[in-house]
C-alpha cells in the first residue's frame, strides 16, 4: 500500500507565495517520477510539474519561471515552492507518484490553494 500525504496548501494573496509538500510512503521499490497536478472548478486535471528519478523536471507554460519542483530520494518526499501566484493558480493541487515497472500511478487527496485578487 502506498500512500501520498500533501501538506502547505491554503489562501494566499496574488503576488505571494506558497510551498507544497508531499510524502510518500508504503510499499516503494522503484520511483519513476514525482509530480503535482491541479485542477480547477471545471476543468480538467492538468499537469504542473514533474521531476524523474534522475532529476529530469517538467513544467507546464504557465508556471514556468515562478513555479521549482525539488524532491528528496532518500525521504521520498516531493516540493513545490510557488512564487507570484496569480487568480488563475487557484486550484485543487494533487500529488503524483509513478512507480515501478509497470509504470504504476498514486494520487495523494489534493490541497487547495487559493489565490486572491
Known amino acids: 500500500q502506498v500512500q501520498l500525504v500533501e501538506s502547505g496548501g491554503g489562501l494566499v494573496q496574488a503576488g505571494g507565495s506558497l510551498r507544497l509538500s508531499c510524502a510518500a510512503s508504503?510499499?516503494?521499490?522503484?520511483?519513476?517520477?514525482m509530480g503535482w497536478y491541479r485542477q480547477a472548478p471545471g476543468k480538467q486535471r492538468e499537469l504542473v510539474a514533474s521531476?524523474?528519478?534522475?532529476?529530469?523536471?517538467n513544467y507546464a507554460d504557465g508556471v514556468k519561471g515562478r513555479f521549482t519542483i525539488s524532491r528528496d530520494g532518500a525521504k521520498n518526499t516531493v516540493d513545490l515552492q510557488m512564487t507570484s501566484l496569480k487568480a488563475e493558480d487557484t486550484a485543487a493541487y494533487y500529488c503524483h507518484l509513478n512507480v515501478g515497472r509497470y509504470s504504476r500511478d498514486y494520487w495523494g487527496q489534493g490541497t487547495q490553494v487559493t489565490v486572491s485578487t
Open positions: 508504503g510499499n516503494i521499490f522503484r520511483i519513476n517520477a
Open positions: 521531476i524523474t528519478s534522475g532529476g529530469t523536471t
